[in-house]
Nanobody, 120 residues
Framework: QVQLVESGGGLVQAGGSLRLSCAAS????????MGWYRQAPGKQRELVAH????????NYADSMKGRFTISRDNAKNTVYLQMNSLKPEDTGVYYC?????????????WGQGTQVTVSS
C-alpha cells in the first residue's frame, strides 16, 4: 500500500501562487509515477501534471503548461506542484496520485485531496 498526504492548498487571489506538497509513505519503492489531478465542482477529475520517479520526466495538461511546475524530492518521498498565475478556473480539489508497479500492472493510489480556491 501507498499512503499520500497532501498539503498547501488554500485561498488565493487571481494571479497569485500556491505550492502543493504530497508526501508518500508505505510501499513506495515500486512507485513509478506521481502526479496531481484536480476536480472542479460539477466536473470530472482531470490530470494536472505527473512526473516519473526514476528519470524526472514530466507531463502537463495543456492549460497548465507554463504556469504550473511539478517537481520531486526523492530523498523526502515528496512531490510538489508550484502553481503560478492562478486563475479562478483553477479552483478545485487537488489530489495527489501515485502509480505503483505490481505484477506488471500500474495501480493507482490517491490522497485525500486539498482544496484550492482562486478568487477573482
Amino acid at each position: 500500500q501507498v499512503q499520500l498526504v497532501e498539503s498547501g492548498g488554500g485561498l488565493v487571489q487571481a494571479g497569485g501562487s500556491l505550492r502543493l506538497s504530497c508526501a508518500a509513505s508505505g510501499s513506495i519503492v515500486s512507485v513509478k509515477y506521481m502526479g496531481w489531478y484536480r476536480q472542479a465542482p460539477g466536473k470530472q477529475r482531470e490530470l494536472v501534471a505527473h512526473i516519473s520517479t526514476s528519470d524526472g520526466d514530466t507531463n502537463y495538461a495543456d492549460s497548465m503548461k507554463g504556469r504550473f511546475t511539478i517537481s520531486r524530492d526523492n530523498a523526502k518521498n515528496t512531490v510538489y506542484l508550484q502553481m503560478n498565475s492562478l486563475k479562478p478556473e483553477d479552483t478545485g480539489v487537488y489530489y495527489c496520485n501515485a502509480q505503483r508497479l505490481q505484477f506488471l500492472r500500474l495501480y493507482d493510489y490517491w490522497g485525500q485531496g486539498t482544496q484550492v480556491t482562486v478568487s477573482s
